[in-house]
């Protein structure tokens, strides 16, 4: 409890001093109706003189309480709860102190009931003023062209949404209604504003009341429940929006400021993701840890997480520089490294550069590397298989060993189900990669583990990007195949999983995130044109073009003899995996790793499907390019 003094509030503030002059007067009144009340409206001689003689003395303790309380601070046309709360501890304290100080004067007694009932009066008639003034400024003072919003969901967010739209004179919105799936809450209201449907009455609410614009006020709300609620909408012919996500979130709180149009994640999502942040913490507080493709959209995002649970260092190991610049920018700024610089190394360095790796683990000592890096691209692959043998296999053989021999305790290998029965080299060699993970086990005293996923939203070189792009072109968007499908998470959601995997494993399982259910690549084709504004098939076209070399039509995240079962987190699965013996195994990377050097693509071909059985390239459909003759021949005689 501070003392502002006046002149802090009043210069140069007439409007304020008017409101203190007004608080004043009500004082008075109050006490003067109370004794009038006390005495039935004859007030006794005696009585009426001690009333003018302690009346000064009541309106002095009120003014110096109004300032303790700092009750000017607030703002008429905003009056809330907590207004009225302070309001009443500056009549309780004003009432209590002029009882006191009558009691230390030896004063003429007062009688209580006065003092009680100029309480009671004294807070109606400022409480009131405000309120009223809240209330003038509404039902008079309000634009009288606002937009008419329906509001969906009737929890937090909703009454967040509804009340700001209600007290902001500077809000365009109009909330003329709710709905809410609950039955229990039909019919009840927020802040006046009335649940009248569940989100099935959305197109005829917006036909009868002339909504212009529906706010999703359902931050946790499932992809299904999202996707209806937008059918709903678009059936309406209604501009939408929503609130963000848990994700995006900090403070769990929302404001119409943050309303954004609905993107093709919320359609996709599902429940939050609960992890256990203590096992977690485990694994990553306190200790260095390595993020190799640390520009990369999974690399990026475990770099933010990771660095959330306060390592001791997060070496952030990238080839490329420009993604690694704009990443430390970023991690820059976050409190962890405001609090402690040194925390975050980003380091250039290339993962098939051996010397290299060396002198960075020798260096830090790393505790745990989760190991992203790696060519992901499909096509490209294709025609660069030497490209994909000496990153992805050759890569994390490297990774894999210094790690080992600089005594680390974890390493996480980032997979993908396109290396379960391959049909492409960059699926091909990540399950090779796999494989050379959960054979080296049983030489080291280090977990090594793989998470394997399917596609992340949003991800470098992922559809939805490109399917943006085209839309922003005018079309057409190109779907190579009308029946491919797809399993999709969010980054943040398969990041989250990743460190649960991490913290989860005893040393070569191969963990399963569940992904949920296939997703039709036409359907989010669709899906996209239509959050865009326009009309599938009419403003854009979709054209099909046909399969890319190394596609398939649908994924899987298991081989059929791996049998998956369930771990202690619903959302992680582990497989029923034949760890490959190392003699036999290394010899094979070896072979891989010199036709790759030499550049014999044919030969990394057949030396992939002799390693891999279940490899079946399309090679009628493969295009391999060959460099220039004078390139290979070079190549070839640098090779070790």
């Known amino acids: ?136 400024r509404k039902v008079v003072g309000a634009p009288r062209r606002r937009i008419p919003v ?138 260095c840890i390595v993020v190799t493709g640390a520009g990369g959209s999974i690399g990026s995002e475990l770099c933010r997480q990771i660095l959330a649970y306060r390592p001791s260092r997060l070496i952030c190991l990238e080839r490329a520089e420009n993604p690694l610049f704009f990443l430390e920018q970023e991690l820059r700024a976050s409190p962890v490294v405001q609090d402690s610089p040194d925390v975050l190394v980003p380091v250039i360095g290339d993962i098939c550069n051996r010397p290299k790796l060396e002198a960075i683990f020798h260096a830090y000592r790393p505790y745990a590397i989760f190991h992203a890096a790696a060519h992901k691209h499909v096509p490209l692959m294709e025609r660069a298989p030497e490209e994909a043998v000496l990153n992805n296999i050759g890569g994390t053989l490297n990774v894999l060993e210094v790690a080992h021999e600089t005594g680390a305790e974890l390493m996480v290998l980032i997979s993908t189900d396109k290396a379960v029965m391959p049909t492409s080299v960059m699926g091909a060699t990540k399950r090779v990669a796999e494989l050379i993970v959960q054979a080296f086990a049983p030489r080291t005293t280090m977990r090594g583990i793989t998470v394997r996923f399917g596609n992340v939203i949003g991800s470098n070189g992922s559809v939805v990007p490109l399917f943006q792009k085209q839309i922003a072109q005018g079309g057409p968007v190109t779907v190579t195949h009308a029946e491919m499908r797809r399993y999709f998470m969010t980054i943040p959601e398969a990041v989250q999983l990743i460190t649960q995997a991490a913290a989860m ?70 497989a029923d995996t034949r760890p490959r013996p190392w003699t036999t195994l290394i010899e094979q990377v070896t072979a891989l790793r010199h036709a790759a050097f030499t550049m014999d693509r044919a030969e990394v071909i057949r030396l992939l499907r002799e390693t891999i059985p279940d490899y079946h390239p399309d090679d009628g459909r493969a295009v391999r390019e060959v460099e220039p003759a004078a390139v290979m021949t070079a190549a070839a005689a640098s090779a070790p």
Not at 534 to 557: F, H, N, S, T, W
Request: aromatic share 8%; glycine share 8%.
């Open 150 to 287: 329906l509001v969906v969901g009737a929890g937090d967010a909703g009454e967040m949404i509804i009340r700001q739209m209600l007290n902001s004179g500077d809000s365009p919105y109009d909330p003329v209604g709710i709905v809410d799936d609950d039955p229990m809450k039909r019919n009840m209201r927020l802040h006046g504003v009335k649940v009248v449907g569940g989100r099935e009455h959305i197109p005829s609410l917006v036909a009868r009341r002339g909504i212009q614009e529906v706010i999703i006020a359902t931050p946790s709300a499932s992809g299904s429940q999202m996707r209806g609620i937008v059918e709903s909408c678009k059936a309406a012919n209604v501009r939408f929006r929503t609130v963000p996500g848990p994700r995006e979130l900090v403070d769990g709180k929302v404001s119409v400021t943050q309303l954004r149009e609905v993107r093709l994640e919320d359609l996709l999502g599902r429940d939050p993701i609960v992890t256990d942040a203590g096992e977690v913490a485990r694994v990553l507080a306190g200790h």
């Open 1 to 136: 409890m501070t003392f502002t003094s006046p002149f802090a509030y009043f210069r140069d503030r007439k409007l304020r001093l008017i409101l203190l002059v007004a608080d004043l007067v009500s004082m008075a009144v109050s006490y003067y109706a109370a004794f009038y009340l006390r005495f039935d409206g004859a007030i006794p001689p005696d009585m009426q003189l001690l009333m003018f003689r302690t009346m000064p003395l009541l309106v002095a303790i009120g003014m110096f309480y109004l300032f303790v309380f700092e009750v000017y601070r607030g703002m008429w046309r905003y009056a809330s709860i907590n207004d009225l709360v302070q309001i009443i501890k500056v009549i309780l304290a004003t009432s209590l102190s002029f009882m006191t100080v009558l009691y230390l004067i030896r004063s003429e007694a007062v009688p209580r009931s006065v003092v009680v009932i100029q309480s009671f009066i004294g807070l109606v008639a400022i409480g009131g003023m405000r309120f009223n003034a809240r209330m003038f």
């Open 505 to 574: 494993g005893n040393g070569d399982e191969v963990f399963i995130l569940d992904m949920g259910e296939p997703v039709r690549i036409m359907d989010m084709a669709e899906q996209l044109i239509s959050l865009s504004g326009y009309a599938p098939g009419k403003d854009i076209q979709i054209e099909v073009v046909g399969l890319r070399p190394g596609e398939k039509l649908e994924e899987r995240l298991w081989h059929p003899w791996e049998t998956p079962s369930r771990t202690r987190h619903n959302k992680i699965l582990v």
